[in-house]
């Protein structure tokens, strides 16, 4: 309770003052005015207020403002005040009540603090009761469902279940009454009727006596993170696919050479000679099968490693020289010794050797020799494959890049497109230079390994 002149200055204070402001009465009455108490920064807006209700020598209610205590500390107190009148009806000054309001004013700061970290988070949030009944939920756990929080208010959380989820949930409930919480994957549905995974933590909700009371979820969409995992298993299978298969190549270039040989060596005996044939078919069979895989196991991003180009070119040229062979189409490869190392995606750019072989080959329906060499540039380390086939004209080299440009019966017309693409994608380049009737040399250029630049 206090009293003021109608300067503003204290001409009386309750005790309680010394406690609410730190200062002793005697520092308090007739030495400061109300306003000499307030922060700095709000002082001369308040003040300006409060000597306008003074002017009009009115009473007021509830008068927020704040104050600074002798220890620094903020302290916030709603005044009340009537004016006091002289017998002329000129103000002698005001009288008045503070209640100090700190505790209430940091209370509710906290709570507002609190409301706009759960309104901001990301992560879903919902409070609901025993029953299911959504009694709360943030923005992020509504437009993850397609939802507004309004539009779920007063809802049940089987809202977010489909019939065949619900197996789930039940476990997930059960768990949560044995054990307070739950964490694990829960697939939710949108209001779209669409499904989407959840990493839900689940928690029970106590009242001050440690009754029950509801649930609180808090949940991410793992749609992403699940997408990312199937990508890394798949490239992993992939991986797994192209090991087997270089693996099993081995054994059967083995078996259909050592057929062949053998082919040769009982040209006389009808019988084995049918026995043998019938292994030699079977062994290409299982090769081609091998080729198809190789050219297909190489899902999601490509990785490029610190590698030999000499060691990727021998492995295509082996993949496919038995089989060439037999038709009349010999390989000859001649390899630059101390290469320096190439960074790159070694099955893609086997794919590109194999396809640009299987198109020397197929410029040479009458045989021939398909000439593999690597060698040096500047910076670069280069690989030519190079036949003696049929060439190409003028018209046809300039529209072999285009996709679906062939001039093959059952040519598809993407090997060369595909084969650009991957070589760019290693930072390189693909050329092919042509004369007709004399034959055709394709060329991949590749950068040389920087360990600084990690390419
Ligand atoms: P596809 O082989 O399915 O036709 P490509 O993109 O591999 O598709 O080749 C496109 C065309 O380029 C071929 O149809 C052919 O006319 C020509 N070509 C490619 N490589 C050679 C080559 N080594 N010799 C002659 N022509 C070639
Ligand atoms: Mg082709």
Not at 253 to 261: A, D, E, Y
Not at 330 to 335: P, V
Not at 368 to 391: A, C
Request: charged share 25%; with cysteine; aromatic share 8%.
């Amino acid at each position: 309770i206090w009293e003021t002149d109608a300067d503003g200055l204290y001409t009386y204070a309750s005790p309680i003052a010394e406690e609410i402001f730190g200062y002793t009465l005697e520092e308090i009455v007739g030495k400061k005015h109300f306003y000499d108490l307030f922060h700095p920064e709000d002082r001369e807006e308040l003040k300006k207020k409060a000597f306008e209700i003074f002017a009009k020598k009115e009473s007021f209610h509830g008068f927020k403002n704040r104050n600074v205590h002798k220890n620094g500390e903020t302290v916030w107190l709603l005044t009340s005040g009537t004016p006091v009148l002289d017998e002329k009806g000129h103000l002698s000054g005001y009288r008045g009540v503070d209640m100090d309001i700190t505790r209430r004013e940091k209370a509710e700061k906290r709570l507002r603090l609190l409301s706009s970290v759960v309104e901001q988070s990301t992560e879903g949030m919902a409070l609901a009761g025993l029953d299911g009944g959504l009694m709360f939920v943030n923005k992020a756990f509504a437009s993850m469902h397609g939802y507004t929080p309004e539009e779920l208010r007063g809802k049940n959380l089987s809202v977010f279940h489909s019939p065949d989820q619900m197996p789930f949930v039940e476990a997930a409930n059960r768990q949560i009454k044995k054990t307070g919480e739950f964490n694990g994957e829960i697939w939710h549905v949108r209001r779209d009727g669409t499904l989407f995974p959840t990493w839900m933590h689940n928690t029970l909700l106590r009242d001050a006596t440690g009754r029950p009371v509801g649930l609180i979820g808090i949940l991410r969409d793992i749609t992403e993170r699940k997408k990312m995992e199937q990508s890394q298993r798949l490239t992993q299978l992939g991986q797994l696919i192209a090991d087997i298969a270089h693996e099993v190549n081995n054994p059967l270039m083995i078996i259909s050479g050592n057929t062949q040989l053998a082919l040769m060596e009982n040209a006389g005996n009808e019988a084995l000679k049918k026995y043998l044939g019938t292994i030699f078919d079977q062994a290409q069979r299982a090769k081609d099968i091998i080729l198809r895989v190789l050219k297909y196991s190489r899902p999601g991003k490509a990785e490029r490693r610190r590698s030999n180009i000499n060691m990727s070119v021998d492995i295509a040229v082996s993949l496919v020289e038995h089989e060439y062979a037999v038709q009349g189409v010999i390989i000859d490869r001649k390899f630059a010794q101390g290469l320096l190392p190439v960074f790159i995606d070694e099955k893609g750019i086997q794919e590109v050797l194999l396809t640009l072989l299987t198109n020397a080959f197929e410029a040479m329906p009458g045989g021939g020799v398909i000439d593999v060499s690597t060698s040096h540039g500047k910076g670069l380390v280069k690989v030519n494959i190079k036949d003696t086939g049929e060439g190409m004209s003028k018209e046809i080299l300039e529209r072999i890049f285009e996709p679906f440009f062939t001039t093959k019966d059952k040519g598809t017309g993407l090997g060369i497109p595909i084969c650009q693409t991957i070589v760019k994608e290693n930072d390189g380049d693909l050329k092919l230079a042509s004369a007709p009737g004399k034959g055709t040399t394709a060329t991949i250029l590749l950068p040389v390994y920087k360990k600084e630049g990690g390419q």
